[in-house]
């Protein structure tokens, strides 16, 4: 789906916005050479005591099955 008829439909349906963040995130993952594995996930509000975003460890599988752990990345949703 095109940015802008995300936006209508947004607009329109906002109760969409989990499945169609979700659908985004999906792609976004196979895209970057997924897919991602979430190795380790904490609120922002657990580590900072701020805010109500997530940080993320994760990592490719097929680097977790070669124990390439220096390939993990740190990823930040808000």
Do not use: H
């Amino acid at each position: 789906m095109r940015n802008e008829a995300l936006v209508v439909t947004l607009r329109d349906t906002p109760e969409r916005f989990d499945e169609l963040y979700a659908e985004g995130l999906e792609k976004a993952w196979w895209k970057e050479g997924g897919p991602w594995l979430n190795l380790l996930e904490f609120g922002e509000s657990e580590l900072f005591d701020t805010g109500d975003g997530e940080v993320s460890w994760i990592i490719r599988r097929e680097d977790l099955l070669a124990q390439r752990f220096d390939r993990v990345m740190q990823s930040y949703y808000c």
